[in-house]
T-cell receptor
Framework: AQKVTQAQTEISVVEKEDVTLDCVYE???????LFWYKQPPSGELVFLIR??????QNEISGRYSWNFQKSTSSFNFTITASQVVDSAVYFC??????????FGKGTMLLVSP | DGGITQSPKYLFRKEGQNVTLSCEQN?????MYWYRQDPGQGLRLIYY???????QKGDIAEGYSVSREKKESFPLTVTSAQKNPTAFYLC?????????????FGSGTQLSVL
């Protein structure tokens, strides 16, 4: 069985603040993949990043960065200098073994001007 | 442009009625999926298909049916047996169902009960 927990239901910040979205996962498989998706108000989920279990290097893409720590089973997502356009629901997801993708319940991020 | 098209964007169902949600993809993907999204509940898998003429139940298949007669199309029927159908429905596709495959999503259909 696999599970993803996003403990933060909703986060509100003011523009230019940094914000971190938490993701904790559970799996018994040694090979697995973690994902982050963004769901803007339009509804479509947009892929942000995929990371496999053998690659613990942190990644930075513009204002986005991801911190993968196997020791704590976490894959946290940080937005630096947030902008209003970052307002969305963000989903963390896990794929391992023969299971299909399992999503967390999502974190709604509200960035106000 | 390649992508996934869902229609309609909004759909209303009367009591006892079956309704069908359309999903078409032109990405040449083998696998397709249907998810249901309820507020604060994340995405839950209804059905998925790895190949034409084959599909498997997901976590919440009761009250739903699907078909996969063409690679490009994966329609979802919400039957009258689904007592709480109001939700946002998302269709997705991937090249295969191998572990680690990235999913591409459509823009969703909001289904409401009249």
């Amino acid at each position: 069985a696999q599970k993803v927990t996003q403990a933060q239901t909703e986060i509100s910040v003011v523009e230019k603040e940094d914000v971190t979205l938490d993701c904790v996962y559970e799996t018994r498989d040694t090979t697995y993949y973690l994902f982050w998706y963004k769901q803007p108000p339009s509804g479509e989920l947009v892929f942000l990043i995929r990371r496999n279990s053998f690659d613990e290097q942190n990644e930075i893409s513009g204002r986005y960065s991801w911190n993968f720590q196997k020791s704590t089973s976490s894959f946290n997502f940080t937005i630096t200098a947030s902008q209003v356009v970052d307002s969305a629901v963000y989903f963390c997801a896990l794929n391992s073994g023969y299971s299909t993708l399992t999503f967390g319940k999502g974190t709604m991020l509200l960035v106000s001007p | 442009d390649g992508g996934i098209t869902q229609s309609p964007k909004y759909l209303f169902r009367k009591e006892g009625q079956n309704v069908t949600l359309s999903c078409e993809q032109n990405l040449n993907h083998d696998a397709m999926y249907w998810y249901r999204q309820d507020p604060g509940q994340g995405l839950r898998l209804i059905y998925y298909s790895q190949i034409v003429n084959d599909f498997q139940k997901g976590d919440i298949a009761e009250g739903y049916s699907v078909s996969r007669e063409k690679k490009e199309s994966f329609p979802l029927t919400v039957t009258s047996a689904q007592k709480n159908p109001t939700a946002f429905y998302l269709c997705a596709s991937s090249r295969r169902t191998d572990v680690g495959e990235k999913l591409f999503f459509g823009s969703g259909t909001q289904l409401s009960v009249l």
